[in-house]
């Protein structure tokens, strides 16, 4: 029960790891490395699974795809034509979800620290914003958005590390539960008149008893506030959050049972308060994206200094993840069984001047030689979008597979690129 998971988009074909049936090392040879390699249908799956479970138990529901996970707007349009709505955290993402055909209706907004002006630009769009803090609200009192909401921090928070732990006492984020009140009466005085509500509490969860319990704590609160303040949420906001199988042994995330726990209670607490069950928006970005693309990259080193190095042409700027929490990735050479010797416990790292600069560590292959090539798994979430130009690293390009035909939806970074806003 050692394996890791991997969906059944990738298969091996003589020896050649495959996605959708599309050759790994064909791509690679025809855009080079490193390439991010992104299946449509994966991502159609996993929409489709979370969007089937809760429209089941409950009609009035939505997915607001949180486009900080992979903001390419070629991404963002498969879930746009699905449906989806999106979630963005500021003025970029906001374009970038417009790119990628989502329309202002369908976009929310949960910004950190945001300036007022930015605040009332969103507002005069008609985009919904879930106000980080009552200030953050009292900034654009002058102009509110139709609905007005808070993204409320429940007390206690839940992620894979600390840094993306995004609730409890240590987060930056939200509006505690004892200032909530205040928060919507003062958005009540200041003349609003529709309101929802809030949270994302952390990244990478795999405990589905988690959601129903955490989701219950901003159930209750908006009835205590329904009730108190004689106010009606138009949606209940639970974030996004939902783990996926990095590390061997882990176990896809029962998503029906996520469901039937948020849902049950949801439902349950409403009733017996007598109120109507709000909209219920889920803001998932991992789930939808992660296990949809791999990294590939290509060895250029073998060091053997008692401790085995195998040096890339990926690293910290390619796919930060390692190096910022320590995060796990799966990695397999495309190629099986190519000629070479076992390699037992190295680090596969990068060019980067930082020790940091790791993809995986303590793996083990059967064979590796200079010139064969890697495949990262779980590389379609918080891979792109957090790689970046240190030590003028370019960045890579993406490919996108749709129907087994390879299609280009970002090109490789040039030196041009990254001098172009230099004056
Ligand atoms: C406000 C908000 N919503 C949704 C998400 C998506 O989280 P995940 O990718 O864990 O689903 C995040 C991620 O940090 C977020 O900050």
Request: proline letters at 4%; aromatic letters at 8%.
């Amino acid at each position: 029960m050692n394996e890791v998971y991997i969906p059944e988009i990738f298969n091996e074909n003589e020896g050649e790891l495959h996605i959708e049936n599309v050759s790994l090392k064909s791509i690679a040879e025809k855009y080079g490395t490193p390439v991010y390699v992104t299946s449509a249908l994966r991502i159609e799956q996993n929409y489709n699974e979370i969007l089937q479970a809760f429209r089941k138990r409950l009609d009035n529901f939505s997915i607001k795809y949180a486009v900080k996970a992979n903001s390419n707007p070629n991404i963002i349009r498969i879930l746009a034509k699905m449906g989806a709505g999106a979630d963005v955290s500021n003025l970029t993402e906001y374009e970038l979800a417009k790119l990628g055909g989502i329309s202002d209706k369908k976009i929310i907004m949960t910004p950190n620290n945001m300036d007022a002006q930015s605040l009332r630009e969103m507002s005069k769009k008609g985009i919904t914003i879930n106000f980080d803090d009552i200030n953050q609200m009292n900034s654009v009192k002058d102009s509110l958005p139709e609905i007005v909401s808070f993204r409320i921090n429940p007390g206690r928070g839940r992620g894979e590390f600390p840094g993306t732990t995004t609730a409890g006492p240590e987060a930056k984020f939200g509006l505690p539960l004892e200032k909530a009140m205040e928060g919507y009466s003062m958005a009540k005085e200041a003349g609003a008149t529709k309101f929802g509500i809030h949270m994302m509490t952390g990244s990478n969860v795999l405990d589905p008893a988690y959601f129903g319990s955490i989701s219950s704590v901003i159930f209750d609160l908006s009835i205590e506030l329904s009730k108190k303040l004689g106010i009606e949420f138009s949606y209940i906001d639970i974030g996004g959050g939902f783990g996926v199988p990095y590390r061997p042994g882990e176990t896809r995330l029962d998503m029906d049972k996520v469901a039937e726990n948020i849902c049950t209670e949801m439902k349950r607490k409403f009733s017996s308060a007598g109120l109507k069950i709000p909209d219920l928006y889920m803001e998932p970005g991992r789930y939808l994206v992660s296990d949809s693309t791999v990294l590939v990259g290509k060895v250029t080193n073998i060091k053997d200094n008692g401790k085995i190095f195998i040096g890339t042409d990926m690293g910290m700027t390619t796919l930060l993840r390692p190096a910022l929490y320590g995060a796990y990735h799966h990695i397999s050479p495309v190629i099986s069984g190519a000629k070479g010797k076992t390699i037992e416990h190295c680090k596969i790292v990068g060019q980067v001047c930082e020790n940091t600069d790791v993809i995986g560590e303590g793996r083990t292959f059967p064979t590796l030689s200079v010139g064969d090539l890697l495949a990262v798994f779980n590389a379609g979430a918080y891979g792109y979008s957090m790689s970046m130009n240190f030590n003028g690293n370019l960045r890579p390009a993406e490919i996108l597979i749709r129907d087994g035909k390879d299609i280009i939806i970002r090109r490789r970074e040039t030196v041009q690129d990254i001098v172009q806003t230099v004056v």
